[in-house]
């Protein structure tokens, strides 16, 4: 797996993170089961929100908090009134994002379903707001968020496959699978056809990543770098932002990593280029988007400055490749939308992180183990509040 033997994975203590980033495709397939086995269910409950102004607040703290950051554009073009808000921001001022006139969709990403934000984020919205609705997806059948709200007449919980609670210390697979579960259940009915064919498209070039294309990132991932850049549009900021961190945890910060916009990249942060810097490009299928991608690729290769340029890509775009060290390409003859090609990016992100922790002699299945950073966060106390 990845090209290493069990034995060898267990002695890397990487055993749950390599089999949680190999499992996606397999999780994903479950989650579209999962989908068309509640689909009737789910546009029932979706059916009571078509009278009143929703706006859908969609919440979650570290990796969680980046399913909504990439879901919320996205959605924007399914016609819903929709945000994304890292509920260790809603919990420090619950007032400032929750009004008790709005009508609201709370939608609630968790791996465990036991952190102390998430949990306080449901109670102030609860509290805060008069017609509230909720939608928990979530990995753990076990955890408080699915346990409280299951039998509460206006929340939807859905649950990921077991499988998908991860048990190494970064979240690979719950990330994806919670994002393309809400990913499915809020897209247009009449878009949904073209949504799953693009789906099932992206399944099977993942797989192929994981079982065979993973050669060309190990070799990015023992090339000594110390500054790791990821760079996306839109959409596809929200999976550079997950990128940037994957590679942070894993490498217990042993590493600096950064995340930003094409267009943001030019407003200070390309300050942080050197002789040690690796740029990752999640280049855009938009055709529009895809020019500021674009243009920044070539100004970075002009520059000749920061030591590696990788360009990750859905089509296969014989101009790029001469801008940058390494083209890593789906090669899909299809098209398809940023938020479908985003998880095969983020895969190939997954697999440069675990080969870059083994690389600085981290174990992957909890690289930080004296515990200054922890599973599921500990140490954090939660106040009343009262709304003046």
């Given at each position: 797996?990845?090209?290493?033997?069990r034995?060898?994975?267990?002695?890397?203590k990487?055993e749950?993170?390599i089999?949680?980033i190999?499992?996606?495709?397999k999780?994903?397939?479950?989650?579209?089961?999962?989908?068309?086995?509640?689909?009737?269910q789910?546009?029932?409950?979706?059916?009571?929100?078509?009278?009143k102004p929703?706006?859908?607040?969609l919440?979650?703290?570290?990796?969680?908090?980046?399913?909504?950051n990439?879901?919320?554009?996205?959605l924007?073009t399914q016609?819903?009134?929709?945000?994304?808000?890292?509920t260790?921001?809603?919990?420090?001022n619950?007032?400032?994002?929750f009004?008790?006139?709005?009508?609201?969709?709370?939608i609630?990403?968790a791996?465990?379903g036991?952190?102390p934000e998430?949990?306080a984020?449901?109670?102030?919205?609860?509290?805060?707001?008069?017609?509230?609705?909720q939608?928990?997806?979530?990995c753990?059948k076990?955890?408080?968020?699915a346990?409280k709200?299951?039998?509460d007449?206006?929340?939807?919980?859905?649950?990921?496959p077991?499988?998908t609670?991860?048990?190494?210390?970064?979240?690979?697979?719950?990330?994806?699978?919670m994002?393309l579960?809400?990913?499915?259940?809020l897209?247009?009915?009449?878009?949904?056809?073209q949504?799953?064919?693009e789906?099932n498209?992206?399944i099977n070039?993942?797989?192929?990543?994981?079982?065979?294309?993973?050669?060309?990132?190990?070799k990015i991932?023992?090339?000594?770098?110390r500054?790791?850049?990821f760079?996306?549009?839109n959409?596809?900021?929200?999976?550079?932002?997950e990128?940037h961190l994957?590679?942070?945890?894993?490498?217990a910060?042993?590493?600096?990593?950064?995340?930003?916009?094409?267009?943001?990249?030019?407003?200070?942060?390309k300050?942080?280029?050197?002789?040690?810097?690796?740029?990752?490009?999640?280049?855009?299928?938009?055709?529009?988007?895809?020019q500021y991608?674009?243009?920044?690729?070539?100004?970075?290769?002009?520059?000749?400055?920061?030591?590696?340029?990788?360009?990750?890509?859905?089509?296969?775009?014989?101009?790029v490749a001469?801008?940058?060290h390494?083209?890593?390409?789906?090669?899909?003859s299809?098209?398809?939308?940023?938020?479908?090609a985003?998880l095969?990016?983020?895969v190939?992100?997954?697999?440069y992180?675990?080969?870059?922790a083994i690389?600085?002699?981290?174990?992957p299945?909890?690289?930080?183990?004296?515990?200054?950073?922890?599973?599921?966060?500990?140490?954090?106390?939660?106040?009343?509040?009262?709304?003046?």
């Amino acid at each position: 797996m990845l090209g290493f033997t069990r034995d060898e994975i267990n002695n890397l203590k990487a055993e749950f993170t390599i089999n949680e980033i190999a499992q996606q495709p397999k999780m994903w397939r479950e989650v579209l089961k999962l989908y068309n086995g509640l689909s009737a269910q789910i546009k029932t409950f979706q059916a009571q929100l078509q009278n009143k102004p929703y706006k859908y607040i969609l919440v979650g703290a570290g990796t969680s908090e980046f399913v909504g950051n990439v879901l919320f554009e996205y959605l924007k073009t399914q016609g819903l009134n929709v945000v994304s808000i890292s509920t260790t921001d809603i919990v420090s001022n619950p007032g400032l994002y929750f009004q008790s006139d709005q009508p609201t969709v709370l939608i609630s990403f968790a791996r465990s379903g036991n952190s102390p934000e998430s949990q306080a984020t449901v109670e102030y919205a609860k509290q805060l707001i008069n017609d509230l609705v909720q939608i928990i997806i979530i990995c753990n059948k076990e955890g408080q968020l699915a346990v409280k709200n299951h039998d509460d007449h206006k929340a939807l919980v859905l649950l990921l496959p077991d499988a998908t609670n991860d048990k190494s210390f970064a979240m690979t697979s719950s990330f994806t699978s919670m994002l393309l579960y809400c990913l499915v259940a809020l897209t247009k009915e009449e878009n949904h056809s073209q949504l799953e064919q693009e789906i099932n498209n992206i399944i099977n070039i993942v797989d192929n990543i994981i079982n065979n294309d993973y050669q060309a990132i190990k070799k990015i991932a023992h090339e000594d770098h110390r500054r790791i850049i990821f760079l996306g549009s839109n959409i596809l900021k929200g999976y550079a932002q997950e990128a940037h961190l994957k590679v942070l945890e894993l490498s217990a910060g042993e590493v600096t990593t950064f995340f930003n916009s094409s267009l943001g990249f030019r407003h200070g942060p390309k300050s942080v280029v050197n002789n040690k810097s690796l740029i990752v490009f999640f280049l855009s299928q938009n055709a529009y988007t895809r020019q500021y991608d674009l243009d920044l690729l070539k100004e970075i290769a002009h520059d000749q400055v920061a030591k590696t340029i990788v360009v990750i890509d859905h089509l296969n775009d014989k101009n790029v490749a001469k801008y940058c060290h390494h083209y890593l390409t789906n090669d899909s003859s299809s098209e398809t939308n940023d938020i479908v090609a985003g998880l095969s990016y983020i895969v190939r992100a997954q697999i440069y992180a675990v080969y870059k922790a083994i690389w600085l002699n981290k174990t992957p299945d909890n690289p930080c183990p004296t515990g200054e950073v922890n599973r599921v966060v500990k140490g954090v106390t939660i106040y009343p509040y009262q709304n003046k």
